[in-house]
């Protein structure tokens, strides 16, 4: 069964570090979606792409943050500096538009776990 | 904007139904989606329904929607110890718009 692939799954760094996150979507799903959730609350939005083109953004800290989906196939999610407020899961989820009616069905991957020190 | 509120946690002993409340805010929403996270893993799409329908059942789930006091319930029937998880209530305004999710029901099952 196809499924999103992220990594890596675990990243410790301190605090003012360089950190960049992988993911890999469902073949041929051309919408990709980076979420953060941080302990105890639901995954938030991050970011947005149609192909390689960013969709949504509005919630992406953009001074720290970027992320890129250069060839619309997978995408690299950067945070630099770090800081002690970005300890969270960063979950990466794929749909396609041929849901067969299911709406916006988006499929996750496992995520990636920041701790920032 | 946009608010799903949900309860936090349930407890239930195996065999049991489970019943996790959902209430959220936007009236335009179109779909309305039940998510579960196992612990250390990504959200699994459980079911989902469409705000014409007031009523959806899929083996052991089953939702229901009242639209009118925007509140949605996912009942899982004979719960047993592999539903321990967080299920998450999501909404979206349109079949391809971005989900809102709610905070998430820690389910706790106990032999």
């Known amino acids: 069964e196809a499924e999103v692939a992220q990594s890596p799954r675990y990243k410790i760094t301190e605090k003012s570090q360089a950190v960049a996150f992988w993911c890999d979507p469902i073949s041929g799903h051309a919408t990709l979606y980076w979420y953060r959730q941080i302990l105890g609350q639901g995954p938030e939005l991050l970011v947005q792409f149609q192909d390689e083109s960013v969709v949504d953004d509005s919630q992406l800290p953009k001074d720290r943050f970027s992320a890129e989906r250069l060839k619309g196939v997978d995408s690299t999610l950067k945070i630099q500096p770090a800081e002690l407020g970005d300890s969270a899961m960063y979950l990466c989820?794929?749909?396609?538009?041929?849901?067969?009616?299911?709406?916006?069905?988006?499929?996750f991957g496992p995520g990636t776990r920041l701790t920032v020190l | 904007g946009e608010d799903v509120e949900q309860s936090l946690f349930l407890s239930v002993r195996e065999g049991d139904s489970s019943v996790i409340n959902c209430t959220y805010t936007?009236?335009?929403?179109?779909?309305l989606y039940w998510y579960k996270q196992e612990p250390g893993a990504g959200l699994q799409l459980l079911t989902y329904?469409?705000?014409?329908?007031d009523m959806k059942q899929d083996q052991r789930l089953t939702v229901l929607l009242n639209k009118k006091d925007k509140h949605l319930s996912l009942r899982i029937a004979d719960t047993q110890t592999g539903d321990s998880a967080i299920y998450f209530c999501a909404e979206s305004v349109t079949g391809y718009s971005t989900l809102t999710f709610g905070k998430g029901t820690m389910l706790l099952v106990s032999p």
């Open positions: 329904i469409f705000s014409n329908m």
């Open positions: 936007d009236s335009s929403s179109t779909y």
């Open positions: 989820a794929s749909s396609s538009l041929w849901t067969g009616g299911r709406g916006n069905e988006q499929f």
